[in-house]
């Protein structure tokens, strides 16, 4: 038996990053993609931002690792359409291969509430003001 995997976005800021959880945990990066919009940066590792195919890729690293994110939200700031997410989140447990994995930070992201309403990363930034040029957690290094 098979079930959808498909994830509807956020129609508050607040609810986006719980969205996100939710989208993250179908491992599918086609179902998290649909949370950012056409155009929205995406930075897996501190000072390296991606958009587009190279957005979905760099998901796709983290999704392929197939371990469950959990995410606190501390603040959302909203202004009009566009919103401020503080988040922390953990990405903790064992691989299919059975390496344990631990990647954890506070994301700095911004959201923007699109004409039909949903909230959408323009930027997504999840080890917010992280100082290291190395990656954090590097899915390939796990």
Do not use: C, K
Request: without cysteine.
């Amino acid at each position: 038996m098979t079930h959808s995997t498909s994830v509807l976005p956020a129609t508050s800021a607040a609810e986006h990053p719980y969205v996100f959880e939710r989208a993250f945990n179908t491992f599918d990066p086609e179902v998290l993609d649909q949370l950012y919009e056409p155009g929205a940066g995406f930075v897996p590792t501190p000072g390296h931002m991606v958009t587009g195919a190279g957005r979905l890729r760099a998901n796709g690293d983290f999704l392929r690792l197939r371990v469950p994110i959990r995410v606190a939200p501390r603040q959302t700031y909203v202004v009009g359409d566009l919103a401020l997410l503080i988040v922390d989140f953990v990405i903790a447990g064992t691989t299919p291969d059975g390496e344990p994995v631990r990647i954890e930070g506070t994301a700095t992201d911004v959201a923007r509430r699109g004409a039909d309403g949903y909230w959408r990363y323009a930027i997504d930034n999840p080890f917010g003001v992280a100082q290291n040029s190395e990656p954090i957690g590097d899915p390939a290094r796990s």
